[in-house]
């Protein structure tokens, strides 16, 4: 028990020291690029948000499947962890809760304005309407929820856009909705680190134009969204978002970027990039390489264990 105990100590070290490398890593490779080109926007919300995560994801996976094992393997059964086993492990312990603090926070908040917002909220009886509509104070169009989203529509939305108008704009919500981006929020939120925020302002400005491609399939569908955006902008200030939820009318960007961009909108180029196979390939290879040499990387871990933590 205590030398699973101690495992698990060392485990939580190391995953300190990668996870904060990494994220320095990527703040510092973050802030040397070049801003992304709009017209790849969903491919360009896909790499953002791997970007983002990406610490963490390694950091995780080294942690639990690599570094415990060639612990529980490898070392020796007598006490030598130091006070800096201590004080890594203790950090990994504070990333962990503030995460989970963010996450809470931010879905108690979530979850007190949807309940406002529903006060009265009825289904709709028309297949291709949205599901709930809501009043209170509600943004115009606005998905909320991670495990069922729904597409929350205000009761002025459906009185100020046209029926065109309002069913490309449910279409951006359920294009949030695919790209599962309040989920994508959570997990966010659950990985903190100093320096991030850029790179998620960018991610979540991307995710809108992603969003905006998604809802759009020929140009009429880009002018109706466009005359949306227009309507629905000039009183987005009275709108508050919760931060686990995506909106139509969204202060993560520009308006008026997403108006110009749908205004010149063209057939050629608009395809979605599917990248989902070429990285399945990729991380496919990785793991039938890692498996074959197994043992060799657990020992590596453990040379590496050794050297990074006291």
Not at 101 to 115: G, I, K, N
Request: charged share 15%; aromatic share 8%.
């Amino acid at each position: 028990m205590i030398f699973a105990a101690r495992g698990f100590l060392v485990s939580l070290a190391f995953f300190a020291v990668v996870y904060c490398s990494l994220s320095s890593l990527v703040v510092l490779a973050w802030r040397s690029m070049n801003r992304i080109g709009q017209e790849s926007a969903v491919g360009s919300a896909n790499f953002l948000f791997g970007l983002r995560i990406f610490s963490f994801t390694v950091a995780t996976v080294i942690a639990v499947f690599f570094t415990f094992p060639s612990f529980w393997l490898m070392e020796r059964a007598s006490l030598d962890e130091d006070a800096g086993t201590f004080m890594l492990a203790a950090c990994s312990l504070l990333i962990l809760s503030a995460g989970l603090f963010r996450v809470l926070t931010a879905q108690a908040r979530t979850t007190r304005a949807v309940s406002q917002w529903s006060l009265g909220a009825r289904s709709g009886s028309d297949a291709s309407k949205p599901a709930l509509s809501a009043s209170s104070g509600a943004p115009a169009l606005i998905l909320v929820g991670i495990r069922r989203p729904s597409v929350l529509v205000s009761d002025m939305a459906a009185l100020v856009l046209s029926d065109r108008e309002l069913q490309v704009a449910v279409r951006h919500e359920l294009g949030h909705k695919r790209s599962c981006d309040n989920l994508k929020k959570v997990l966010i939120s659950a990985t903190p680190f100093p320096g991030m925020s850029s790179l998620e302002n960018a991610w979540r400005e991307a995710a809108e134009l992603a969003a905006d491609d998604a809802a759009v399939a020929n140009r009429q569908d880009a002018l109706d969204l466009a005359a949306a955006l227009i309507k629905l902008s000039r009183s987005s200030k009275q709108w508050s978002e919760p931060a686990l939820a995506s909106g139509l009318v969204s202060g993560s960007c520009s308006i008026s970027l997403r108006v110009k961009r749908l205004l010149e909108w063209r057939t050629a180029g608009r395809r979605l990039q599917r990248t989902w196979p070429w990285t399945l390939l990729v991380l496919s290879t990785m793991i039938v390489g890692i498996a074959s040499n197994y043992g060799a990387t657990l020992a590596l871990t453990h040379r590496l264990t050794e050297i990074l933590v006291p």
